[in-house]
């Protein structure tokens, strides 16, 4: 299995909801990553996890949360975002260490109304 | 603040034709490079990784890089209109840690017309 699986592919909400964005993959991997990706802009960093502990937040509102229960498994729960928030929200993960490959999931398009 | 640069496109080849994309990196310490290809809409998928001076080919694909010049290119040989796409040079910041920090650069958008 080489695939890191993002549910829900797309997502609307509003600004006063809570929801979830779920990242699976089953390679094996130690390190899992969010992105955001703005139309036409590159990915952008948002959080690592390495070894299911929190190695690097980039200074991301706290209406955004990280959360790994387990080393194939991250969540990102959403509370209380704004219209600026709405990207493709990209998961991805790599082996352990700085050199690896990181191989992305198809996304979840997020849309705040 | 580490910057990776591309060149300006969009670029567009006709169909059959080699197309050549570049790419500039400012970290010297990076010792590991990455090609995305991404589609409208869709998620990047990695095509190309390349660790060591030098070309790597991988069927229609050959990286090249040059760490003396701080340089990363990409060759796509006899373009096909599926290769239409942007597509994004990454570089792994150095830092020595357990998990990677890439640094994307802006993109080009590759058109290949029939």
């Known amino acids: 299995d080489t695939e890191v699986t993002q549910t829900p592919k797309h997502l609307v909400m509003g600004m006063t909801n809570k929801k979830s964005l779920k990242c699976e993959q089953h390679?094996?991997?130690?390190?899992m990553y969010w992105y955001k990706q703005k139309a036409k802009k590159p990915p952008e960093l948002m959080f690592v996890?390495?070894?299911?502990?929190?190695?690097i937040n980039e200074s991301v509102p706290s209406r955004f949360s990280p959360e790994c229960p387990n080393s194939s498994l991250l969540n990102l729960h959403l509370h209380a975002l704004q219209p600026e928030d709405s990207a493709l929200y990209l998961c991805?993960?790599?082996?352990?260490?700085?050199?690896?490959?990181?191989?992305f999931g198809p996304g979840t398009r997020l849309t705040v109304l | 603040q580490k910057e990776v640069e591309q060149n300006s496109g969009p670029l567009s080849v006709p169909e059959g034709a080699i197309a050549s994309l570049n790419c500039t990196y400012s970290?010297?310490?990076?010792?590991?490079f990455f090609w995305y290809r991404q589609y409208s809409g869709k998620s990047p998928e990695l095509i190309m990784s390349i660790y060591s001076n030098g070309d790597k080919e991988d069927g229609r694909f050959t990286a090249q890089l040059n760490k003396a010049s701080q340089y990363v290119s990409l060759l796509i040989r006899d373009s096909q209109p599926s290769d239409s796409a942007t597509y994004l040079c990454?570089?792994?910041?150095?830092?020595?840690?357990?998990?990677?920090?890439?640094?994307f650069g802006q993109g080009t958008i590759l058109t290949v017309h029939p």
């Open positions: 996890y390495s070894y299911e502990k929190l190695s």
């Open positions: 390679m094996g991997h130690r390190a």
């Open positions: 970290d010297r310490g990076s010792q590991s």
């Open positions: 991805a993960s790599s082996h352990a260490g700085q050199d690896n490959e990181q191989f």
């Open positions: 990454a570089v792994n910041q150095a830092g020595g840690t357990s998990y990677g920090k890439l640094t």
